[in-house]
């Protein structure tokens, strides 16, 4: 089940710079899409979210734009800081029923000094 | 801030025995979950519980698995007959609606 894919296992970027996280879908059914921050050995932190009737959101240093057309999101983050060297994952959702997420695999962000 | 919490952190058990995993969700979340990660793979969606009953399930989620909230805070996750497949961190989450709130986890080791 790849329904949701995040095809860079791991990113390194140099502090102060920007962090593009990308991930695509393939349920276009999926209308509700979220980003997780998670730090080994605890729970998947909930970063920002975006709805399919927009194509962007921002929250401080965190952005998240939506191509619907190409099932793809992103996730920006600028300017980068050593804090956020996390796994990042990409969740998407069908809203209602059970509100079940489906996680991609998952992005581990290092941010170098 | 309010979060959701998860007992053990660590239980370890024999194949064949049975467990419960204890959550304590946000107190005016109406939506409840649990889903697990097996080390190195995807986390996975296993069940979702809303108004005293399962609203969705995963495969993965068969008879040998079983959810109940048995008081107005806790909300427990049962498998009744380990197998070392079930080897994994489980996660509870919970939400009112849009985002959902993930607990630290309970690392289950079957041995």
């Known amino acids: 089940d790849q329904q949701v894919k995040q095809n860079s296992p791991s990113l390194s970027v140099q502090e102060g710079r920007i962090s593009i996280l990308n991930c695509d879908y393939t349920n276009s059914m999926f209308d509700y899409f979220l980003w997780y921050k998670k730090y080994p050995a605890e729970g998947p932190t909930f970063l920002i979210s975006i709805s399919s009737i927009k194509d962007k959101n921002e929250d401080g240093r965190f952005t998240v734009f939506l191509n619907k057309s190409a099932k793809h999101l992103s996730l920006h983050i600028v300017p980068s800081q050593p804090g956020d060297s996390a796994v990042y994952f990409c969740a998407a959702q069908v809203t209602g029923g059970g509100n079940k997420l489906t996680f991609g695999t998952g992005t581990q962000l290092k941010v170098e000094l | 801030e309010p979060e959701v919490t998860q007992t053990p952190s660590h239980q370890v058990t024999q194949m064949g025995q049975e467990v419960i995993l204890r959550c304590v969700p946000i107190?005016?979340?109406?939506?409840f979950y649990w889903y697990r990660q097996i080390l190195g793979q995807k986390v996975e969606f296993l069940v979702s519980?809303?108004?005293?009953?399962?609203?969705?399930k995963s495969e993965i989620f068969d008879d040998q698995f079983s959810v109940e909230r048995p008081d107005g805070s806790n909300f427990t996750l049962k498998i009744r007959s380990t197998k070392l497949e079930d080897s994994a961190m489980y996660f509870c989450?919970?939400?009112?609606?849009?985002?959902?709130?993930f607990g630290p986890g309970t690392r289950l080791t079957v041995l």
């Open positions: 107190s005016n979340h109406l939506y």
């Open positions: 519980f809303y108004n005293n009953e399962i609203s969705e």
């Open positions: 989450a919970s939400s009112s609606w849009g985002e959902q709130f």
